[in-house]
């Protein structure tokens, strides 16, 4: 109709036809680059393209076509986002998240409509994107940290994510207001996504595009990876808002035409190709009637411009890029009233049409509730019909929760308790600093060096003022008292550590110095937001690293000097068990209590209890190893009769005796050793042996009581949730008699005239409620219900826990049995499997024994084939040279890769495989397992030959050595 009515004008485009080529795409991104590239291909010659229909097909046909110099019109993404601004607007919704589908259409709208949400004040707290196509069965993610995306920067910094993570990223970030640019399919698992995550009703508004039929959910059905029923889509659809266009132009005016859009439309619907059914009628007509007069107009504008080149339109060829230019600049010129909209393109090449609709997902059908007048920015409610628009809840909701701050510091109890634990250990300090200055000319303190043992007092002193000083903070707010804690503490240890070892430091220049030398020693609508009071600097993280290696470096250097110092005999001087003592506790507690401590969450003062714990032990520790000894010494002087015995109590045992005592623990003991082994994970099934058999973790006995907390300790008793208890009430008061039992069948049958019994806590319930399997009465609450299954009204459905326990249990056999057919699949492909045979030149890996490397070198050694016997045999070798012996294919790993040549190998060298290993190792290239033996390591007294390992080099360099 278009190019009929465009041809019959003797104005526009004068002694030129248009004529219009048609090709089908049939909805399909690759067939539609296809049809393009034989438009392209056959004569003749191309200068405009329309359309496409869909939008996955456009978006392909866009990528291509600009590289032909064609000027392609299209509907355009872009023309919604006007609109959606004023409704965001209209009801004050400033904070939005927008999860949109990763193409070049989309892309260029959301980018487009990102500034448009700038320029409105509109903040985007999250944007998540997704690529069609992508696998939607995986585990969802964990998208946390808030993403404020810069807007020239939209594809680069846009999450990529399916389509279950960007669900949990929008609710991670709680985000109520959520704007939708996808296609109909994706919606499907959108809104499956949704519902799980219970991402809709009165606390969520969801702005879709407007194509979205009223019941698209009936499709998930046909679609394989959608997990959701079409009614649970549909209740997280409902209520939905969306943008719609007017079909037809509401302004009764004429058309650059000559038609009026309501004359339009009628001599559409008598178009002979409609009547007869050639084509069926859409309602897009009309947007397609203004794209053919807009080329066609921008054609007739160039004329001028082109002829003053001495050119024509049929000059026009693919690669002509001049006058492309000017086809896209006439293009943005063009200005006429059409018959869906006044037609004139943007910047953007967008057309903002003057008159939209607000329409509502109410139900089964979607409701025109309002006009949104981009013109004077006015959105009309009073609808012809009337329709209202309706929430979930009360009335529209908020786009995000208020959020209140509130200032957390150390709970006061703690510390107290804190500052008290350090002042009495402050005044233990002192006392033993008073004893040692008070007892220094004594020979036991004499003799460990007085001033060293003051110093190690003041420098935990030092320490336990740092526990004081690190809860204060929290009290007072301030700068000195922000940067006390850490110079107390680094000072103390310091302090503590250098007497320490210096102490260590002399004992050991005395005794292994030949000549006397002196030592000279030196110094819900509502969020409530809590916040800590930190003290940070700029170089923190330089400085506690750097303190953190000096202390670290301090430690080492001591066990050094202890360890050097450990023979000397005056054992009044030789402290260096109590250093060795006092250096494994400290580095252990620091090992485990730091990383504890930064994964803390500092919410109610646990990472304060821990390094002020560590502090008081680890200091009260040093001070009760160094000077308790002491003390005691002194005492012994006072009574003589008192002895001091250092160890444990042996008792003289025979083989006879053991195995007495053995068949004395065995009845009790070998029920335990059969539950710690069902009880353990097996990685066959995945799980333990019973969790795959009762569904459930183990347990000892019904309620743990028949066995002491210490050997529940020891085998790893597993204490029973409020919920496992429930299954053993039935079993916790068996009668003893049968009076008593009488007792209590004819109080159950009291219970049973009056009321059914719960069939999982087996108390009288209402009769409200019944299973949905086994059709029992069962209360509505956990834990007698499953927790997804609670529900209200009379005569509802639910799941007890009894037949939900038994259809996890047969789950978990399931996968059990599943889990162990794939191990002896596996095993049977490995036992079938036929080793391949390699050539000259290929790479190889060949395993070490274990020997020959060590603890930290790697298992095998890359080789590379140097020749091959007539028997299969190949000889190896490695950039140190050849090895010595012939290998099979049995010993060998074949490797996909070549990352050693033949011409790479020394071939003037032979070497062993254990020279190879130490090559190669960046130690020694052996374990150090040796033996140190003088015979022929034949007997069990050699270590290599009672642990069944071969001696190396580091055993021995006896020749008569046996077992190599």
């Known amino acids: 109709m278009a190019f009929d009515d465009i041809n019959a004008r003797e104005d526009i485009l004068p002694n030129y036809q248009l004529s219009l080529i048609i090709g089908n795409t049939k909805a399909s991104s690759d067939l539609g680059v296809k049809v393009l590239f034989d438009f392209i291909r056959l004569p003749p010659q191309k200068i405009m393209l329309l359309g496409c229909g869909f939008a996955r097909v456009t978006s392909a046909v866009a990528g291509v076509v600009n590289y032909y110099n064609l000027v392609q019109t299209c509907f355009s993404n872009g023309a919604w986002n006007l609109p959606q601004v004023m409704l965001l607007k209209y009801y004050n919704w400033t904070k939005v998240a927008i999860i949109a589908r990763r193409s070049e259409i989309y892309d260029v709208s959301m980018e487009r409509l990102l500034n448009d949400l700038h320029h409105a004040k509109i903040q985007v707290i999250t944007t998540e994107g997704f690529i069609p196509g992508t696998n939607f ?8 940290a808030i993403r404020k995306l810069s807007i020239s920067r939209f594809k680069k910094h846009l999450k990529i994510t399916v389509k279950s993570w960007y669900i949990n990223g929008v609710k991670e970030e709680d985000v109520r207001i959520i704007i939708g640019h996808f296609q109909e399919e994706d919606a499907l698992e959108i809104f499956c996504q949704a519902y799980k995550h219970g991402m809709y009703g009165a606390d969520y508004v969801w702005i879709v595009p407007g194509f979205l039929s009223s019941t698209f959910w009936d499709k998930a059905v046909n679609v394989k990876h959608v997990n959701c029923t079409p009614q649970e889509i549909a209740i997280a659809a409902n209520y939905s808002l969306s943008i719609d266009f007017a079909t037809i132009n509401t302004a009764d005016e004429t058309t650059i035409s000559g038609m009026t859009p309501q004359s339009f439309d009628i001599r559409y619907h008598n178009w002979p190709s409609i009547v007869n059914h050639t084509y069926w009628p859409n309602s897009y007509a009309g947007f397609t009637y203004d794209a053919v007069w807009a080329e066609a107009l921008a054609l007739n504008s160039s004329l001028s411009r082109i002829t003053k080149l001495n050119r024509s339109l049929d000059d026009f060829r693919y690669s002509d890029s001049e006058m492309a230019g000017i086809f896209k600049e006439e293009m943005y010129r063009v200005n006429f009233s059409g018959i869906s909209n006044m037609i004139k393109f943007d910047k953007y090449g967008d057309v903002h049409p003057h008159n939209t609709y607000l329409v509502q997902q109410q139900g089964n059908a979607k409701r025109f509730v309002a006009t949104i007048i981009a013109k004077e920015n006015l959105i009309d409610f009073n609808t012809i019909p009337p329709n209202v628009i309706k929430w979930a809840g009360n009335g529209p909701p908020v786009d995000q929760v208020k959020r209140v701050y509130r200032l957390l510091r150390i709970p006061l109890a703690i510390f107290i308790i804190m500052t008290i634990l350090s002042c009495i250990a402050i005044l233990i300090a002192v006392a033993f600093l008073i004893y040692n200055d008070k007892n220094r000319n004594k020979k036991v303190i004499k003799m460990s060096s007085p001033n060293l043992n003051s110093l190690i007092l003041i420098g935990c002193i030092s320490l336990y003022l740092s526990v004081i000083a690190s809860g204060t903070i929290s009290v007072v707010e301030s700068p000195i008292l922000c940067m006390l804690p850490p110079w107390l503490t680094t000072i103390g240890f310091a302090i503590v550590s250098g007497s320490m070892f210096a102490k260590t430091y002399r004992a050991y220049k005395i005794f292994t110095t030949k000549k006397r030398i002196s030592v000279s020693f030196s110094n819900d609508s509502i969020i409530v937001i809590s916040q800590l009071l930190e003290c940070d600097c700029q170089h923190g993280t330089i400085w506690l690293v750097t303190i953190l290696a000096l202390n670290g470096f301090v430690i080492i250097f001591g066990a050094f000097i202890a360890y050097e110092a450990r023979k000397i005999k005056l054992l009044i001087m030789n402290e260096s068990k109590q250093i060795a003592i006092c250096i494994y506790n400290v580095a252990l507690l620091c090992i485990i209590v730091i990383p504890i401590t930064f994964s803390l969450p500092n919410t109610s003062g646990g990472p304060y209890i821990t390094s002020c714990g560590l502090i008081l032990y680890c200091t009260t520790t040093t001070i009760c190893i160094f000077f308790i000894p002491k ?3 002194e005492i012994l002087t006072i009574w003589p009769n008192c002895k001091q015995v250092h160890g444990k109590p042996r008792h003289s045992q025979s083989q006879g005796s053991v195995e007495r ?13 059969q539950w710690q082994k069902n009880s353990r994970f097996h990685s066959g099934i995945g799980r333990s042996p019973y969790e795959a058999m009762f569904g459930k973790k183990p347990r000892v006995d019904i309620d743990g009581r028949k066995f002491s907390k210490s050997v529940l300790d020891k085998i790893g008793y597993i204490q029973g949730t409020d919920e496992d208890n429930i299954e053993s009430q039935p079993f916790e008061n068996i009668p003893d008699s049968e009076d008593e039992l009488s007792s209590q069948e004819s109080s159950f049958d009291d219970l049973e005239s009056n009321a059914d019994l719960c069939v999982s806590c087996q108390r009288p319930s209402s009769r409200a409620h019944k299973c949905r399997i086994c059709k029992n009465y069962c209360h509505a609450i956990p834990p007698c219900c499953a927790s997804t299954d609670i529900e209200e009204g009379f005569g509802s459905l639910v799941t007890c826990r009894l ?16 889990k162990l057919q794939q191990q002896a699949e596996t095993m049977l492909q490995k036992s079938v499997k036929r080793l391949k045979s390699g050539i000259v030149g290929d790479t ?21 084939i140097f020749s091959v016997s007539k028997d299969n045999y190949y000889q190896l070798g490695t950039w140190h040279g050849l090895i010595n012996r012939l290998h099979d294919a049995t010993q060998l790993t074949l490797c996909k890769e070549s990352f050693l040549a033949k011409d790479d190998i020394n071939c003037n060298v032979k070497i062993s495989l254990r020279e190879t290993a130490k090559l190669e190792s960046v130690i020694t290239g052996q374990k150090s397992h040796f033996c140190g033996c003088y015979t022929s390591c034949i007997t069990s007294r050699c270590k290599c030959f009672k642990a069944n390992v071969k001696c190396n080099s580091k055993c021995h360099h006896q020749r008569t050595c046996k077992n190599k």
Do not use: F, M, W
């Not at 995986?138 to 946390?144: D, H, M, T, V, Y």
């Not at 037949?803 to 599943?818: A, V």
């Not at 190889?844 to 080789?863: C, G, M, T, W």
């Open 803 to 818: 037949c939900e326990s038994e259809e996890h249990t047969r789950n978990l056999r399931q996968q059990s049995k599943r």
């Open 631 to 633: 003390y005691l010494t």
């Open 137 to 144: 069965d995986r585990q969802i993610g964990n998208l946390k």
């Open 661 to 673: 005592a053995n068949q004395d623990v065995e009845a009790s003991h070998l029920p335990l050793i």
């Open 844 to 864: 190889v890996l060949i395993p070490l024994p274990e020997p020959d490397r060590e603890k930290s070198q790697l298992r095998n050694v890359q080789a590379c």
